[in-house]
């Protein structure tokens, strides 16, 4: 499912969440806190701007011990030349990619016609 709200990949200032601004993803990092929200916040913030992206979301209920499926869906959109940054929920996986690819990347995503679907596995 393709949100329909644009994303920013920052970085935050001073290493902490400005007040107000409620990311979707944080990242800390040796190096600096990477926020990902909605690209209108980050503009609003003024803070750089490092990945616009749109963000798709795998519909089906994933097992964060499943073995495979991103390797699947990651070697479909780059067959299709879309790069991809992974994020997994607790309960569905989301994907960024560059927001002038968001309509192939969702179409690279389905798999070609015929392909079967992925099925979770526990340990």
Same mark, same amino acid.
Do not use: K, Q, W
């Given at each position: 499912?393709?949100?329909?709200?644009?994303?920013?990949f920052t970085r935050a200032?001073?290493?902490?969440?400005?007040?107000?601004?409620? %990311?979707?993803?944080? /990242?800390?990092? +040796?190096?600096?806190?990477? &926020?990902?929200? $909605?690209? @209108? =916040? *980050?503009?609003?913030?003024?803070?750089?701007?490092?990945?616009?992206?749109?963000?798709?979301?795998?519909?089906?209920?994933?097992?964060?011990?499943?073995?495979?499926?991103?390797?699947?869906?990651?070697?479909?959109?780059?067959?299709?030349?879309? %790069?991809?940054?992974? /994020?997994?929920? +607790?309960?569905?996986?989301? &994907?960024?990619? $560059?927001? @002038? =690819? *968001?309509?192939?990347?969702?179409?690279?995503?389905?798999?070609?016609?015929?392909?079967?679907?992925?099925?979770?596995?526990?340990?």
């Open positions: 499912m393709l949100d329909p709200v644009p994303y920013a200032p001073g290493g902490v969440v400005p007040e107000g601004v409620a %990311p979707l993803v944080t /990242v800390r990092e +040796a190096e600096a806190l990477t &926020l990902v929200l $909605p690209r @209108a =916040d *980050a503009e609003r913030l003024g803070v750089p701007l490092d990945f616009l992206a749109r963000r798709i979301i795998l519909t089906v209920h994933s097992d964060l011990a499943a073995v495979g499926m991103m390797a699947r869906v990651a070697t479909a959109l780059a067959g299709a030349g879309i %790069p991809c940054n992974a /994020v997994a929920g +607790a309960y569905h996986d989301h &994907l960024f990619v $560059p927001d @002038a =690819d *968001a309509a192939a990347m969702a179409a690279a995503a389905r798999g070609p016609p015929g392909a079967r679907r992925m099925r979770s596995s526990t340990r």
